[in-house]
C-alpha cells in the first residue's frame, strides 16, 4: 500500500514567512511523529500525535512552531514567522497505535533565506 | 550524555564484503527497543531491522543482522555480502519505555555514512 507522503518535496521562503508543511500517514496507523534533520543538530523529535491530540510537544524549539492533525490523518506543521535556523529537512513518520516501528515519509526539505 | 553513540563517521567496503556498523546506547529504563534506519540520497529513511530488549536472539532481516550485547549496551549492525546500493547513511536509533507507554519518541544517533565500492 501507499507509503507516508509529504509535501512539498521542497520549500523556499524567506526570513519572516510563515509556512506550511503538510504529512499523510499511512492509512490505519493513528501514531504520527514530526521530526527535524539538520546537519548542526542531526535528527530531532518535534511532535506526537495519538489521533488528533498530541500529547507530547516536548521537542517544538520554540511557540513558533505549531502543529495539528485532522480526522486522525493529515497532519499540518506550521512554522510561523521563519528563521534562517529553521532550515532543515522535515520528516513526518506514521505508525500503529501501539506500533513499535515508525515509517517515515520523505521528508521536506526547508530553506529560508 | 548522548543515548545513542556511532563513533564510525564513514565506512568503506568492496562489494560482497561484510561490514559491522557500530552503535552504543545508554538507557536505565530495562524496556526498550533498537532500530536501525538506512537514508540513501533521496532523503527517506527506511527501515532495516528491530531489536527489542527483553528479545533472546539476535535479530536477523536478510543480510541484515543485529549484533545485540545487552551487557555492554551495544546493537551493532551487520550487513553481508554489501551491495553497491548499500551505500547510504545508516542510523541507530532507540525508544524507551515500549511496555509501559505507546508513542514514544525515536532518539538518533548521529549516523554513519557506509560506502561501497566496486
Known amino acids: 500500500g501507499a507509503g507516508v507522503s509529504q509535501s512539498p518535496s521542497n520549500k523556499v521562503t524567506e526570513k519572516g514567512k510563515d509556512v506550511e508543511l503538510r504529512c499523510d500517514p499511512i492509512?490505519?496507523?493513528?501514531?504520527l511523529y514530526w521530526y527535524r534533520q539538520s546537519l548542526g543538530q542531526g535528527l530531532e523529535f518535534l511532535i506526537y500525535?495519538?489521533?488528533?491530540?498530541?500529547?507530547?510537544k516536548s521537542g517544538l524549539p520554540s511557540d513558533r512552531f505549531s502543529a495539528e492533525r485532522t480526522g486522525g490523518s493529515v497532519s499540518t506543521l506550521t512554522i510561523q514567522r521563519t528563521q534562517q535556523e529553521d532550515s532543515a529537512v522535515y520528516l513526518c513518520?506514521?505508525?500503529?497505535?501501539?506500533?513499535?516501528?515508525?515509517?517515515f515519509g520523505p521528508g521536506t526539505r526547508l530553506t529560508v533565506l | 550524555a548522548q543515548k545513542i553513540t556511532q563513533t564510525q563517521p564513514g565506512m568503506f567496503v568492496q562489494e560482497k564484503e561484510a561490514v559491522t556498523l557500530d552503535c552504543t546506547y545508554d538507557?536505565?529504563?530495562?524496556?526498550?527497543?533498537l532500530f536501525w534506519y538506512k537514508q540513501p540520497s533521496s532523503g527517506e529513511m527506511i527501515f532495516l531491522i528491530y531489536?527489542?530488549?527483553?528479545?533472546?536472539q539476535n535479530a536477523t532481516e536478510g543480510r541484515y543482522s543485529l549484533n545485540f550485547q545487552k551487557a555492554r549496551k551495544s546493537a551493532n549492525l551487520v550487513i553481508s555480502a554489501s551491495q553497491l546500493g548499500d551505500s547510504a547513511m545508516y542510523f541507530c536509533?532507540?525508544?524507551?519505555?515500549?511496555?509501559?507507554?505507546?508513542?514514544?519518541?525515536?532518539?538518533f544517533g548521529k549516523g554513519t555514512t557506509l560506502s561501497v565500492s566496486s
Open positions: 536509533a532507540m525508544r524507551e519505555g515500549l511496555r509501559l507507554r505507546t508513542g514514544t519518541a525515536l532518539i
Open positions: 531489536q527489542g530488549s527483553y528479545d533472546q
Open positions: 492509512s490505519g496507523h493513528t501514531a
Open positions: 538507557t536505565s529504563d530495562p524496556s526498550y527497543g
Open positions: 513518520a506514521s505508525s500503529l497505535a501501539s506500533g513499535r516501528t515508525q515509517y
Open positions: 500525535f495519538q489521533g488528533n491530540s498530541a500529547p507530547d
